[in-house]
Nanobody, 124 residues
Framework: QVQLVESGGGLVQAGGSLRLSCAASGRTFSSYTMGWFRQAPGKERQFVAAISGSGSSIYYHDSVKGRFTISRDNAKKTVYLQMNSLKPEDTAVYYC?????????????????WGQGTQVTVSS
């Protein structure tokens, strides 16, 4: 059992930055692949980024490559998403997720646990 709590969302202007955090509880955090997904009103949940348990494998959606950075600190049981050069189309609720088995880290159905989400709004 894993509980995930996101924080760090807010309202920023286009071109600005935000850093999201996802704090996890549980005993086996380092065994989980961690992912970030986002969902805008009226749209399906979209993959953003993922990182393997050790941090050795990282995946990004093409739309955020070069702008977003995912990282993790297993000692703190925390995953981060640094978001730079934000665009209005990045506006969404951002969700942290944990997957015990992760052969397809970009697929939402692969994840076992989800946080409550944090709102990111980018104004133009």
């Amino acid at each position: 059992q894993v509980q995930l709590v996101e924080s760090g969302g807010g309202l920023v202007q286009a071109g600005g930055s935000l850093r999201l955090s996802c704090a996890a509880s549980g005993r086996t955090f380092s065994s989980y692949t961690m992912g970030w997904f986002r969902q805008a009103p009226g749209k399906e949940r979209q993959f953003v980024a993922a990182i393997s348990g050790s941090g050795s494998s990282i995946y990004y959606h093409d739309s955020v490559k070069g702008r977003f950075t995912i990282s993790r600190d297993n000692a703190k049981k925390t995953v981060y998403l640094q978001m730079n050069s934000l665009k209005p189309e990045d506006t969404a609720v951002y969700y942290c997720a944990a997957a015990l088995y992760s052969r397809l880290p970009s697929v939402a159905a692969q994840y076992d646990y989800w946080g409550q989400g944090t709102q990111v709004t980018v104004s133009s």
